[in-house]
């Protein structure tokens, strides 16, 4: 769905550096969402966002962050990445809250 | 929180017969079931999904069908084709937690030719 893109879409890192992953969409949704990907462990939510100002932590918030810049934005930042940060991370959006649409993901390895 | 769990982890299947995933539920607050097609190095897509007001709902191959007081619901595929091989996730999610999606780990899909 080229309605969502983000960027990059792999990036390899060192401990320690600061990371940010970035969402955008041209769907006009006002709720987006980061989730997290490890093997065998389906799609977990680190962040989600309702609009610009509203911004809530999902079941695995710890060492990230992020920022809603507009409301076809939401960026996802790691302050200082860990190895066990390593995984696929995409960013979905939602016009009603129900059905949710995913960009193409981000591949991030953290040495 | 809600928890959702799907079993079993890895489903095989010849081509042209039928498959049928099932998950299960805990919160009976939950009004939203959606199922979510990934195949290899790609994104999760939506292929269908069920509020709680309905009992079934068809789209050409696929089904869901959601069975409330027993808080299951399960996606169909009638014959199954090569390229319904994918990792299907199924979620819910509940008005009193924000609408928040809970996916279950998903199950590996394989159909033989």
Partial sequence: DADVTQTPRNRITKTGKRIM???????????????????????????????VKDINKGEISDGYSVSRQAQAKFSLSLESAIPNQTALYFCATSETGYAQYFGPGTRLTVL | GENVEQHPSTLSVQEGDSAVIKCTY???????????????GKRPQLIIDI???????KDQRIAVTLNKT?????????ETQPEDSAVYFCAASSPVANSKLTFGKGITLSVRP
């Fill in chain 2, 70 to 78: 027993a808080k299951h619901f399960s996606l169909h595929i009638t």
């Fill in chain 2, 26 to 40: 805990s919160d009976s607050a939950s009004n939203y079931f959606p199922w979510y097609k990934q195949e290899l």
């Fill in chain 2, 51 to 57: 509020r709680s007001n309905v009992g079934e709902k």
């Fill in chain 1, 21 to 51: 992953l970035e969402c955008s969409q041209t769907k006009g949704h006002d709720r987006m969402y980061w989730y997290r990907q490890d093997p065998g462990l389906g799609l977990q939510l680190i962040y989600y966002s309702f609009d």
